[in-house]
């Protein structure tokens, strides 16, 4: 319904209020579209993508099946035996993919903390998968006993800004802020960002040295 039209009819001196209020009442049926319609419209279009994603399922199994049909016997025995391999190869991952995420959780690790980069240590072999995600979480726990030690040894040598917010983070130096960068990505299981500040911190430290 537009403003215009409906300031004009309540406007109009010849309308009584009922000849105003059935005006009103044709102008919301003719542009109220109900909720059923909606639905139905939305159902439809799901219906038509399920629909169009499952015509292009049959007609890629129809080629496959129609290039079968094209393979000589030995042909055939290779493409099965490439199938065969490819699925026990997906079920040997899926088992290694369970086994880093166990030694990720017993580490205490969250799964959005290794989300990000377990594809890239999962693979057939289950132990080497495992030895990876151990050797993960080993330099997390070193990575955090270091933090520990650097924030120790700057607050006793007197390198690290009093508390209590009396000097702002610029103020620190470039060292110190990359301590507590460094901090905050290990509190958060930042595991990219965790390997930047600890190189950064080692580049400071030589540079004092």
Same mark, same amino acid.
């Given at each position: 319904m537009e403003k215009e039209e409906l300031v004009k009819l309540l406007s109009n001196a010849?309308?009584?209020?009922?000849?105003?209020?059935?005006?009103?009442?044709?102008?919301?049926d003719t542009s109220y579209v109900p909720a059923t319609v909606v639905a139905n419209e939305r159902k439809a279009n799901k219906e038509?993508?399920?629909?169009?994603?499952?015509?292009?399922?049959?007609?890629?199994?129809?080629?496959?099946?129609?290039?079968?049909?094209?393979?000589?016997?030995?042909?055939?025995?290779?493409?099965e035996a490439k199938e065969k391999e490819k699925a026990y190869n997906? *079920?040997?991952k899926k088992l290694s993919t369970a086994t880093a995420k166990?030694?990720?959780?017993?580490?205490?690790?969250?799964?959005?903390?290794?989300?990000?980069?377990?594809?890239?240590?999962?693979?057939t072999d289950e132990e080497k998968t495992r030895t990876l995600a151990e050797k993960i979480c080993q330099t997390i726990t070193k990575q955090k006993s270091d933090? *520990?030690?650097?924030?120790?040894?700057?607050?006793?040598?007197?390198?690290?800004?009093?508390?209590?917010?009396?000097?702002?983070?610029?103020?620190k130096s470039k060292k110190d802020q990359y301590i507590q960068l460094l901090e905050e990505a290990t509190k958060k299981n930042d595991i990219n960002n965790m390997v930047y500040y600890q190189r950064l911190v080692e580049e400071e430290i030589k540079k004092e040295n």
């Open positions: 010849e309308l009584d209020d009922n000849a105003k209020v059935e005006a009103i009442q044709k102008m919301v038509a993508i399920a629909n169009k994603d499952k015509a292009i399922a049959d007609i890629t199994a129809e080629y496959d099946e129609f290039k079968k049909s094209k393979m000589t016997e030995e042909e055939k025995k290779t493409l997906e *079920a040997l166990t030694v990720f959780a017993s580490a205490g690790l969250k799964e959005e903390d290794y989300s990000d980069f377990i594809e890239d240590i999962v693979g933090i *520990a030690t650097k924030m120790k040894d700057s607050i006793i040598n007197g390198t690290t800004p009093p508390p209590a917010g009396n000097a702002s983070f610029s103020a």
